[in-house]
């Protein structure tokens, strides 16, 4: 047998339901906030993320799948969605045309990671990108959309963890002291921390091993102490907007993000509803990406956000059916056209879900079926009635029936 692969997840219908009614909620929500859908290919030149995400990061390293295609050329599925929504950017020139541009975007990303509750290696993010404004504003605007998209969805125990990386040579300065501080150690760390802390050392920031975050905690230079004071103002005006929406956040002066295209603002949205995986969404300023990858010296920010991770934190039933108004018992196989042509009036004049059975079960099983489907309403289509040019309607709820003129159905349901 032929199965799925490990990290990879088939959703059926009734899963599809909760994801459908994640994807309506947010499309509204986007829109009344200005920003418009963004679809870009899930596939695009390794070099595309190698040069944003960073080839130092674990993203980059070790878990983007890539391939060499029939031309030779370097393909990747896409690891994340910002890189390809700054190259699609660059590609139409469209700070020539706006000039600020807010999208969002749903669709899969691929990290082959090591799959575990809330950890896919297919998995789905939705996000927004605001490209043109360097202002706190902006960023507060972006922290504020993430923390009401997950009070709209009813999540409590939410945390926003914020910091600042500073701008210009900042992160490669603090690197550089980082590691200074942190190499005497070196028998302390394992074999992955000490490749960090020679390659990409802001990430031993986000070490999960006990040991070492004692070790970070006691002798790793403060950032904060690094950035200039724009980049302070900067934060402090982010800040004091987010305190007078009265969203509450935490400065964690450890937040790097595993990401290097990072500038100023940082954050994350994490939950204690969720297990190890605690992140439901993380983002920040990436004011050089757009000129690095290509463009023009413009500002961004945004963020990304895991649907797997938004569906555990709601904690939905995931054993919903399609909503079923009437169901026709469609017994006398001669008069299958008609039972087709009913359910259309239906469907057309009154906009009712209307399910037909096409298995040729007996009347007993399609009422059984019709039950389980959570029917409204049932039409049988008898010979006895059909040869009065009637049907049967049963009111599921009530238990009662009556025989109605194939003509009078509609006006029937209208009245119902
Ligand atoms: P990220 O932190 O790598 O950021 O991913 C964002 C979110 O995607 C995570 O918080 C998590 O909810 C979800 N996620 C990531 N990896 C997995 C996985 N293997 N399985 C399930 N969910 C996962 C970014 O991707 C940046 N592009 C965010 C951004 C946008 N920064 C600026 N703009």
Not at 39 to 63: A, Q
Not at 319 to 345: F, H, P, S, W
Request: neutral net charge; contains cysteine.
């Amino acid at each position: 047998m032929i199965k799925n692969i490990k990290g990879t997840k088939d959703l059926l219908p009734n899963a599809m339901l909760n994801i459908l009614d994640i994807e309506r909620h947010l499309n509204i929500f986007m829109n009344i906030h200005g920003y418009g859908e963004i679809r870009t290919p899930i596939f695009e030149s390794t070099e595309l993320f190698s040069r944003s995400v960073g080839e130092h990061t674990d993203i980059v390293n070790k878990e983007m799948y890539t391939w060499v295609d029939q031309n030779k050329q370097s393909l990747t599925l896409r690891p994340e969605m910002t890189a390809s929504v700054v190259r699609s950017y660059i590609q139409k020139q469209l700070w020539k045309t706006e000039p600020i541009s807010k999208f969002y975007y749903i669709g899969p990303s691929f990290r082959r990671e090591r799959p575990q509750k809330g950890r896919l290696r297919q998995f789905h993010q939705f996000g927004i990108e605001a490209i043109g404004s360097p202002n706190p504003e902006q960023d507060a605007e972006v922290i504020s959309m993430a923390y009401n998209i997950y009070k709209m969805f009813g999540i409590d125990n939410l945390e926003i963890k914020i910091n600042s990386l500073g701008s210009g040579n900042i992160r490669k300065k603090y690197g550089i002291d980082l590691r200074d501080s942190l190499i005497k150690f070196k028998n302390e760390f394992n074999e992955s921390e000490l490749i960090r802390l020679e390659k990409n050392p802001l990430r031993i920031l986000d070490s999960k091993n006990k040991k070492t975050q004692k070790i970070v905690n006691e002798n790793a230079p403060n950032i904060f102490d690094y950035i200039s004071d724009e980049d302070n103002q900067h934060f402090n005006d982010v800040i004091n907007i987010l305190d007078q929406l009265k969203i509450t956040y935490t400065h964690d002066q450890k937040l790097v993000r595993g990401l290097d295209y990072y500038t100023k603002t940082v954050f994350e949205v994490t939950s204690s509803n969720l297990g190890a995986q605690d992140a439901l969404c993380g983002g920040g300023r990436y004011n050089n990406l757009v000129k690095e990858l290509g463009g023009e010296n413009i500002p961004a920010i945004g963020f990304a956000a895991g649907v797997e991770r938004l569906l555990l934190a709601m904690n939905l039933e995931d054993n919903r059916t399609i909503d079923t108004d009437v169901y026709i018992v469609n017994i006398e196989k001669q008069y299958t056209a008609k039972a087709m042509q009913i359910a259309d009036l239906l469907r057309k004049e009154l906009g009712v879900a209307v399910y037909i059975d096409s298995l040729r079960r007996s009347i007993k099983s399609q009422m059984r079926h019709a039950n389980k489907m959570n029917a409204k309403f049932t039409i049988i289509l008898d010979l006895e009635n059909l040869k009065k040019d009637k049907v049967l309607i049963k009111n599921m709820n009530e238990n009662k029936q009556e025989s109605i003129l194939i003509n009078n159905i509609v006006s029937y349901f209208e009245s119902e």
